[in-house]
């Protein structure tokens, strides 16, 4: 079974601190893998999408990287704000129906 | 730019009862799916299409029927509905079959439904 285990599942930081979150996948032929934003009763918000040819991608004080081998990829926030807490989500593509298999999630709170 | 609009954004319904979640994309998106979002299990995908006319199951489709008659519009509709289907429902698009092909999904902003 594909599975995709996000850690922490939680996160408090004081505000300016960079941070790193997790995401670990089983299936090593996966075709992109993209990081997600969900504010509370929100729906989510594509921030990064890596694809299985890529290793990084950036887009302001965010970085994602892509380690297919072992199964592994990381969001980096640089100079976290309080205006980032949100919950986080990554996913990566899975065979032909184009569905997504997500983690569930790490909850990011950045504090004044 | 309206993206993608889901409607309503809350619902109450009782055991039996049927409704229509609606949404619509504004992107020219070929690719649109539904989502469930629950506590402990994550976002699982219930059905899909990758065009007008084309529907297809996801990973938890029973209780749930789809049509796509426009590229536009992809209703979801529960026939009878039942507690264990009280959840948070999304709906997304994208260009191409956004798993298969490296495009962004793009998400509504959620129906939450309470099934009594």
């Known amino acids: 079974k594909q599975e995709v285990t996000q850690i922490p599942a939680a996160l408090s930081v004081p505000e300016g601190e960079n941070l790193v979150l997790n995401c670990s996948f089983t299936?090593?032929?996966?075709?992109?893998l993209q990081w997600f934003r969900q504010d509370p009763g929100k729906g989510l918000t594509s921030l990064l999408l890596i694809q299985s040819s890529q290793r990084e991608q950036t887009s302001g004080r965010l970085n994602a990287s892509l380690d297919k081998s072992s199964g592994r990829s990381t969001l980096y926030i640089a100079a976290s704000q309080p205006g980032d807490s949100a919950t986080y989500l990554c996913a990566h593509g899975s065979g032909n129906t184009g569905k997504l298999i997500f983690g569930q999630g790490t909850t990011l709170q950045v504090k004044p | 730019n309206a993206g993608v609009t889901q409607t309503p954004k809350f619902q109450v319904l009782k055991t039996g009862q049927s409704m229509t979640l609606q949404c619509a994309q504004d992107?020219?998106?070929?690719?649109m799916s539904w989502y469930r979002q629950d506590p402990g299990m994550g976002l699982r995908l219930i059905h899909y299409s990758v065009g007008a006319g084309i529907t297809d199951q996801g990973e938890v489709p029973n209780g749930y029927n789809v049509s796509r008659s426009t590229t536009e519009d992809f209703p979801l509709r529960l026939l009878s509905a039942a507690p264990s289907q009280t959840s948070v429902y999304f709906c997304?698009?994208?260009?191409?079959?956004?798993?298969?092909?490296?495009?962004?999904?793009?998400f509504g902003s959620g129906t939450q439904l309470s099934v009594l």
């Open positions: 299936d090593s032929a996966i075709y992109n």
């Open positions: 997304a698009s994208s260009y191409t079959a956004g798993g298969r092909t490296n495009e962004k999904l793009f």
């Open positions: 992107m020219n998106h070929e690719y």
